[in-house]
């Protein structure tokens, strides 16, 4: 498979609970990207990783979020304590750095749903 | 922060009819890229303009950058059933020279096509 794989694809948890979205990017991007979006909105950035460092972090991304790119692979995000307006979809992308156009390659996403 | 603006919203078309939606901001957008996201699918990259009043083709589809650079479009002729989707676009944040991924989308617009 050469395209950015997320799980799992669906999650729906209770108020309070914590969860955690796995994303394996292609294997030679460098940069990894996490976005949310809403239903009937555009994907809303929350953080970016070149390799294993993560360099930039959006507001929209409280304490409760943490994203870790451990080897500079695959990455994690985890939401604790979960409220109901974290319900999204959550978008994994990845890019290569050096490719000039910045293209992004997005997974098929991780839908929460928080009861 | 920056908003980039995108209308319509909805825009219900008969096939073989054309189809443009346009994007706006009231700041100079650096990079324009432009996604497709099938229903229940995911954001796929389609093109970047980077020079003002730049315009590129792929097939049926018109994509133009405005002289200014504050705005686009994308102008799809003779619709067919298979351009059904949402059509996103988004700017490229250039941070110190540099732009690494992080995209600002706009609302998108929702194209369906009645055969």
């Known amino acids: 498979d050469t395209g950015v794989s997320q799980d799992p694809r669906h999650k729906i948890t209770k108020r309070g609970q914590n969860v955690t979205f796995r994303c394996d990017p292609i294997s030679e991007h460098n940069r990894l990207y996490w976005y949310r979006q809403t239903l009937g909105q555009g994907p809303e950035f929350l953080t970016y990783f070149q390799n294993e460092a993560q360099l930039e972090k959006s507001r929209l991304l409280s304490d409760r979020f943490s994203a870790e790119r451990p080897k500079g692979s695959f990455s994690t995000l985890e939401i604790q304590r979960t409220e109901q307006g974290d319900s999204a979809m959550y978008l994994c992308a990845s890019s290569l750095a050096w490719s000039g156009a910045n293209v992004l390659t997005f997974g098929a996403g991780s839908r929460l749903t928080v009861l | 922060g920056q908003q980039v603006m995108q209308i319509p919203q909805y825009q219900h078309v008969q096939e073989g009819e054309d189809f443009t939606t346009y994007c706006n901001s009231s700041t100079t957008l650096s990079n324009i890229q432009w996604y497709k996201q099938r229903p229940g699918g995911h954001p796929v990259f389609l093109i970047q303009?980077?020079?003002?009043?730049e315009v590129k083709k792929q097939k049926r589809l018109t994509f133009q950058f405005g002289e200014a650079k504050k705005n686009s479009s994308l102008h799809i002729t003779a619709t067919q059933t298979t351009d059904v989707g949402t059509y996103f676009c988004?700017?490229?944040?250039?941070?110190?020279?540099?732009?690494?991924?992080?995209?600002?989308f706009g609302q998108g617009t929702i194209l369906t096509v009645h055969p």
């Open positions: 988004a700017d490229l944040i250039n941070a110190g020279g540099t732009s690494y991924g992080k995209l600002t």
């Open positions: 303009l980077v020079k003002s009043g």
